[in-house]
């Protein structure tokens, strides 16, 4: 009986992946009735356009699976997007995987690409996500720290992280949770550094029209050399406010393309059919005033947020892009950043996250993130709430 009772046991690496400080925090504040300003919901309006038409798709009777690689005239119309906004030429029909969200698209790619023991980089701060995709792969991640509070690129930090092992580099650009928007010239710096080790770039672009004060977004993709080695992932989660609609993108070569198409299949068939339906009516119908407004009134949200910040002396670092904001609490009582955030949220009525979850080693004990994804009341609620600090 004893040997039996050993084999019921949880995976070695299980014990490790828990919830989210991300989610934990949105069940806290949602029990308190607060302000959830830790998870990016982004729970402003749905374009008319992408609602309209899901709805009417589900009406249709366009409920069944699609192709594992998505309904075709979404599939062109993230080509015409990409040629246009890009810079990118693609071919829908062997080159471009729908998703079911970005987060999809990231975890087929690591199946498809990568072996447990491989070593894979990542900037930090890092998105949770990628780092525990990783982990539950058996992938091994090296962190490269950014120098807050510009969250600059130490060149010589990347190039001394590469190991033999090493067979990939994650760009998250622009980043959550930093706001930071990579430079061209740093982006050139990782391209050159990826060709010289022969390893894969995998770009989560997410937030690419979430650009602020003239920064620009660049597809790592676009630059000589990379379009054969890079993995371009992003979405219209953000974009369109439909993040509860699990509807991202991948874009790579056609050599990688199939093995990436049947890890997405084998995990989740295909991103929801008449959700793919209202996102190209989106993408085909909208016009590009409305992506640059993204950014105008998104800057706006941020200069709002960041306002109130410094008002009560937890100092933002300010973002160039997506839709999240850093702040040191150093100031506010806790001794770590948990406590610092849960005593934020009990004094103030307003969630936000611990900065450690973002960072490795036990950093980012006096950093907080912010999400301002809100509709402007509600931002405006929670501005007025922390100033009660």
């Not at 366009?62 to 015409?80: E, K, M, V, W």
Request: proline share 5%.
């Amino acid at each position: 009986m004893r040997a039996v009772a050993e084999k019921l046991r949880l995976s070695a690496i299980s014990p490790g992946l828990v919830q989210s400080e991300i989610r934990a925090m949105t069940v806290e504040c949602d029990r308190v009735g607060g302000v959830n300003l830790a998870q990016g919901v982004c729970d402003t309006e749905v374009p008319q356009p992408v609602a309209a038409r899901a709805i009417e798709a589900i009406a249709q009777g366009l409920n069944i699976y699609t192709r594992l690689d998505g309904i075709a005239p979404l599939r062109q119309a993230i080509a015409d997007k990409l040629a246009r906004h890009n810079g990118m030429t693609t071919d829908p029909d062997g080159e471009i995987l729908v998703t079911s969200g970005a987060t999809a698209a990231f975890q087929a790619a690591c199946m498809a690409l990568f072996d447990p023991g491989d070593e894979v980089i990542l900037f930090e701060p890092f998105y949770g996500y990628h780092l525990n995709t990783l982990r539950s792969l058996r992938v091994n991640a090296a962190s490269v720290p950014l120098a807050a509070p510009n969250w600059t690129m130490d060149l010589d930090a990347l190039r001394a992280a590469i190991t033999p092992r090493t067979r990939g580099i994650v760009v998250n650009s622009p980043s959550n949770p930093s706001g930071k928007v990579f430079s061209r010239a740093e982006l050139e710096s990782i391209a050159a550094l990826a060709i010289e080790h022969d390893l894969f770039v995998i770009t989560d672009e997410i937030y690419e029209y979430f650009v602020f004060d003239g920064a620009e977004h660049i597809s790592l993709a676009t630059l000589p050399g990379m379009a054969e080695r890079t993995i371009s992932i992003s979405g219209l989660s953000k974009t369109f406010s439909i993040t509860g609609w699990r509807i991202g993108y991948l874009v790579a070569d056609r050599r990688w393309l199939g093995a990436i198409s049947y890890f997405h299949d084998l995990l989740y068939v295909c991103a929801p059919s008449p959700f793919q339906h209202g996102a190209a009516a989106g993408l085909m119908q909208l016009p590009d005033s409305f992506y640059s407004g993204l950014a105008t009134e998104y800057q706006a949200k941020r200069d709002m947020l960041c306002a109130a910040l410094a008002d009560v002396g937890l100092l933002p670092s300010i973002p160039q892009g997506a839709y999240y904001v850093l702040a040191d609490v150093t100031n506010l009582p806790g001794a770590t950043a948990r406590e610092k955030a849960r005593t934020l949220l009990r004094d103030t009525g307003v969630a936000a996250v611990a900065g450690t979850a973002f960072f490795a080693d036990g950093r980012g004990e006096n950093l907080i993130r912010f999400c301002f994804a809100k509709r402007d009341e509600d931002l405006l609620r929670a501005c007025d709430l922390l100033r009660t600090l």
